[in-house]
């Protein structure tokens, strides 16, 4: 199947620096790829839909000056986390798109673990 | 899109099918239902998704009842690496609104 990888897979930083993740498409281009959350046993959280050269969309309450996001290629969305403070500590994953609507199957990275001391 | 309910937790045994239940009474014409899974601390595994027939791929089968208000996702042959949170997701389009899920541990 297809593969999306994340970088880094574990981060940690001290607060108030800036943090940035990368998602990659690595067998195929994706025009939309999504970011999520994950606290400790909970469900994923969408965070933004990122379209490839265009800006995110954001889900309701997800600052978007604090999560920036760069779809800068149809094979690479970041998601920067900046002046990052331990309430974002969290796990974050992204997903990137196969097909077409309406049969869209996502496939997920593996999720990088960020941890704000 | 539609809300799903599913139950919070199963166990089931090395060896045998998993049968794995999901209400979604209010799914719309056009919503697909989507199962995937989350084995603990990696990212999420598409399994299979169907519309209102039963589908069949190489991990699972889905069954989808007649009036699509839920449907089954099937595990024909556990094996303790199917250990996982499964999610059951109705979408019509490309964005998927992930629930609680099932926590299903498959034991020895």
């Known amino acids: 199947g297809a593969v999306v990888s994340q970088h880094p897979s574990r981060v940690i930083c001290k607060s108030g620096t800036s943090v940035k993740i990368e998602c990659r498409s690595l067998d195929f281009q994706a025009t939309t790829m999504f970011w999520y959350r994950q606290f400790p046993k909970k469900s994923l959280m969408l965070m933004a839909t990122?379209?490839?050269?265009?800006?995110?969309?954001?889900e309701q309450g997800v600052e978007k000056d604090k999560f920036l996001i760069n779809h800068a290629s149809l094979t690479l969305s970041t998601l920067t986390v900046t002046s990052a403070h331990p309430e974002d500590s969290s796990f974050y994953i992204c997903s990137a798109g196969l097909g077409d609507s309406p049969t869209y199957e996502q496939y997920f990275g593996p999720g990088t673990r960020l941890t704000v001391t | 899109d539609a809300k799903t309910t599913q139950p919070p937790s199963m166990d089931c045994a090395e060896g045998r099918a998993a049968n794995l239940p999901c209400n979604h009474s209010t799914i719309s014409g056009n919503e697909y239902v989507y199962w995937y899974r989350q084995i603990h601390s990696q990212g999420p595994q598409y399994i299979i998704h169907g519309l209102k027939n039963n589908e069949t791929n190489e991990m699972a089968s889905l069954i989808i009842t007649e009036d699509r208000k839920s449907s089954t996702l099937i595990l024909p042959h556990a094996t303790l690496r199917d250990t996982a949170v499964y999610y059951c997701i109705v979408a019509a389009g490309n964005k998927l609104t992930f629930g609680g899920g099932t926590r299903v541990l498959v034991k020895p």
């Open positions: 990122s379209n490839e050269g265009s800006k995110a969309t954001y």
